[in-house]
């Protein structure tokens, strides 16, 4: 397999540590990882040589112009949760300013990552997601549309994870994986409830073991570069049964959590529901067309059921 040179931002976040650890460990390509602060970096840079560290940030990305047209492949998974500047800035205009400083004659890949929020059940933007997402949600979904125009397309491979697990106490931790606890604590009521919603999750190894695949098998003329990432659909039913089952909490009765009494609940506890809030309790079935894991080309998952994503975020279940 042939040397690259890659570019990874992102390398930071819980998905990044993943991508960096395996990129290291698994590979010989010459790996410069832009970084605000490398004190938060917890894997083996100095692993191997062709590791470098760029003390960085995606707003001043210009300062890496000289480097980013030496660049082979690209892999953009930095992100913003912030506020509607901040989201702008990162989610949108610092990308497509790095990849114009990418060379057209030498970069062939370039790997970006969105959310698979943004898409409906046949893999298709969600008007909605534009229009009342939140800064996050909508920004991502601002800067798909853009980068169906933009003349890098022929060579973007998108990954749109779905609920994105891992973390533990050396790699940072997702936010679902982070509210673990009070997930874990809530079962006890939740059990009793019963709901129709789906979705697909991920372990970020999982998605790590994607990426790295597509780093080294690039999709050809013809393939598939709309990617989404997840293992089999799950319902809340099952979700709770498999997570109640892990943890020994037996289940005597449900109620089925209907729309008025979800309507109910929120008028009782006076909890304020943004827009996209409404959006999602109405839409409920988040799943996907073509959903891919490490199974889907021959790699081993780490966590492909609930019960592997429980053990490996570290929550206590029966012996």
Not at 154 to 167: A, D, E, H, Q, S
Not at 171 to 191: C, E, H, N, R, Y
Request: aromatic share 10%; with cysteine.
């Amino acid at each position: 397999m042939t040397s690259k040179r890659i570019f990874v931002t992102g390398a930071s976040g819980c998905i990044g540590h993943y991508i960096a650890d395996q990129l290291i460990r698994n590979s010989d390509h010459e790996l410069f990882l832009l970084v605000r602060d490398p004190s938060k970096l917890n894997f083996d840079t100095q692993a191997r040589p062709g590791v470098h560290l760029i003390q960085g940030d995606m707003r001043s990305i210009d300062q890496q112009k000289d480097l980013l047209g030496t660049i082979d492949t690209a892999i953009l998974i930095a992100t913003s949760w912030g506020d509607a500047e901040e989201t702008q800035t990162i989610n949108v205009t610092k990308p497509l300013e790095l990849m114009d400083y990418l060379d057209p004659d030498r970069c062939q890949h370039i790997i970006y990552f969105s959310t698979a929020s943004i898409l409906n059940r046949q893999n298709e933007p969600l008007v909605e997601a534009g229009e009342v997402g939140t800064d996050y949600i909508r920004t991502k979904h601002q800067c798909h549309e853009k980068l169906l125009q933009s003349p890098w397309k022929p060579k973007i491979t998108t990954i749109y994870p779905t609920l994105v697990f891992g973390g533990d106490d050396r790699f940072p931790k997702s936010a679902i994986t982070a509210g673990l606890p009070d997930v874990v604590k809530w079962m006890k009521l939740a059990k009793f409830l019963k709901a129709d919603a789906s979705f697909h999750f991920s372990h970020a190894y999982d998605i790590a073991q994607v990426t790295c695949h597509f780093v080294d098998h690039p999709p050809q003329e013809g393939d598939r570069r709309d990617i989404v990432t997840g293992h089999d659909r799950y319902n809340v039913q099952r979700v709770i049964e498999e997570a109640c089952d892990y943890l020994n909490e037996p289940i005597y009765f449900q109620l089925p959590l209907t729309p008025w009494l979800i309507d109910v609940i929120i008028k009782l506890f006076n909890i304020e529901i943004a827009a996209w809030d409404r959006f999602c309790m109405v839409h409920r079935h988040f799943t996907h067309q073509n959903v891919v894991n490490p199974a889907t080309y021959g790699l081993k998952p780490l966590a492909p059921k609930l019960g592997d994503i429980l053990k490996t975020c570290g929550v206590p279940g029966k012996e």
